[in-house]
């Protein structure tokens, strides 16, 4: 499914959700107000809980809601739809009773009303919805040309994804290995397999020779969609497949000079959201070094050397969240369940609570809100010498949130973990915008509001 496509649909799958906001409303007000309902009651509800329903949509992207691979299923799509449900209640309450004083309706009936409504019908809209959409891309049928091993990798994804595939053709008779597709070691029945089969995507290898490529050019008339092995990696898993990627890729896809606007609105952002939230927190700072201090002995801050921007150190600061003394040994990962960690301090990181002071850190331009976890010095030589591309990852500043860091693996402590987030990284930076960095943020404020973070 191309990425036009997906943000289509999801861009569909929004506007449905507000059609069936109003709905929700007009039936709870039919319902509350019977024989009595008006136009004159209708005009009095609607504008004030349209700003309601504004409110409502990120919290519904927060809690996963507009991804299409999610949601396919009853349970998540249930679960989700509660939790988020769960939070504009809240939002719902303070938007009334607290915010919206001058406000002269304060609904009680009809609000209550309206949220059970709007869950019941969102559910069944995106039941439809789902449903639609696996009928449609049900003919989005593909062939490979060249293999690769991590071609088993993508056959295990993409079918989720609305991909079937249906063979693979190459130039050469060495074994496949676990594929489980019809092989064929020349281009003879091409043309057949793509009428036959109804291909609608051929997946390229990125190192097809130049034979293969004259073979492809003279099926331009077939009217298919070619995309390259690394591209449809890439779009299927959202990261970045670092086995069959070299320094070209990085100079075809990594064009820093034009992302010179998206940095400074970036930068505008960082601070405007940094003091907010900071201002926000004041008033708890005294409850939560309290607690530090009561639950174990030590600093209430913890500072550490890590590397940012362009490879230059710099001094994070973080509530301290590990007993004193945590790294007697020397430098060490952290890991799940980390002994290390105190009890309160197990609270903070579940909740983010620990990174507060990192703000500090955002407003110096030493980080943003959004990039690859900053790494210790001593991590970065080491992975650099054992994974190719690893300091590419300093390329951007450093986050307290990040792709890897929600898709990722929770903690990258070991040589594959790393390995792994770094292609999550790399996919960040290759795509940063103003809507990625959007989404990661609504994602990570799931997880806060979840206290699943590690």
């Known amino acids: 499914m191309s990425r036009f496509w997906t943000n289509f649909q999801r861009f569909l799958l929004i506007l449905g959700d507000l059609a069936i906001m109003f709905m929700a409303l007009w039936l709870a007000l039919l319902i509350r107000h019977g024989s009595a309902?008006?136009?004159?009651?209708?005009?009095?509800?609607?504008?004030?809980?349209g700003v309601l329903f504004l409110l409502w949509l990120p919290i519904y992207f927060a809690?996963?809601?507009y991804d299409l691979k999610v949601n396919l299923y009853v349970i998540p799509l249930l679960t989700n739809l509660l939790r988020a449900t769960?939070?504009?209640t809240i939002i719902a309450v303070i938007y009334f009773y607290l915010i919206s004083t001058d406000v002269f309706i304060t609904p009680k009936t009809i609000l209550a009303l309206t949220i059970l409504l709007l869950t019941i019908m969102l559910f069944a809209w995106r039941r439809l919805f789902y449903s639609l959409i696996k009928n449609q891309i049900a003919e989005n049928n593909l062939i490979f040309i060249g293999w690769d091993p991590i071609v088993?990798?993508?056959?295990?994804?993409?079918?989720?994804?609305g991909y079937r595939a249906q063979a693979v053709f190459r130039a050469t008779s060495e074994p496949i290995i676990n594929s489980g597709l019809t092989v064929y070691n020349n281009f003879d029945h091409l043309a057949q397999v793509i009428k036959e089969k109804k291909i609608s995507y051929v997946v390229l290898n990125n190192s097809v020779s130049d034979a293969v490529t004259n073979e492809l050019f003279n099926k331009l008339n077939l009217r298919l969609n070619f995309i390259s092995l690394s591209k449809f990696y890439e779009q299927i898993f959202q990261k970045i497949p670092l086995t069959i990627i070299n320094q070209s890729w990085f100079l075809e896809n990594l064009s820093e000079g034009n992302k010179g606007p998206f940095e400074v609105y970036k930068r505008i952002l960082d601070i405007g959201i940094a003091l907010i939230i900071s201002l926000v927190s004041l008033p708890f700072i005294p409850l939560i070094v309290m607690l530090i201090a009561v639950d174990s002995k030590g600093a209430i801050f913890f500072k550490q050397i890590r590397t940012g921007h362009d490879g230059k150190n710099f001094t994070a600061v973080k509530f301290r969240s590990m007993y004193q003394n945590a790294e007697q040994n020397g430098p060490e990962w952290a890991k799940k369940n980390d002994p290390r960690v105190t009890r309160i301090g197990r609270f903070f990181r579940k909740t983010r609570i620990d990174e507060i002071p990192q703000l500090w850190n955002i407003l110096r331009g030493e980080m943003s809100f959004v990039g690859p976890r900053?790494?210790?010095?001593?991590?970065?030589?080491?992975?650099?010498?054992?994974?190719?591309?690893?300091k590419e990852r300093l390329?951007?500043?450093?986050?307290?949130?990040?792709?890897?860091?929600?898709?990722?693996?929770?903690?990258?402590?070991?040589?594959?973990?790393?390995?792994?987030?770094?292609?999550?990284?790399?996919y960040y930076i290759k795509n940063r915008n103003f809507f990625l960095d959007l989404g990661i943020i609504l994602k990570t404020l799931n997880t806060v509001l979840k206290g699943s973070g590690q």
């Open 395 to 426: 390329l951007v500043k450093p986050g307290l949130t990040g792709w890897a860091q929600i898709l990722g693996p929770a903690y990258g402590g070991s040589r594959e973990e790393s390995l792994i987030k770094l292609q999550y990284d790399l």
């Open 37 to 49: 309902y008006s136009l004159a009651t209708w005009e009095a509800h609607w504008q004030i809980f």
């Open 63 to 65: 809690f996963n809601l």
């Open 86 to 88: 769960a939070i504009n």
């Open 374 to 390: 900053p790494e210790r010095p001593e991590f970065i030589e080491k992975l650099s010498a054992e994974i190719p591309f690893y």
């Open 152 to 161: 088993n990798e993508v056959l295990q994804q993409c079918q989720n994804y």
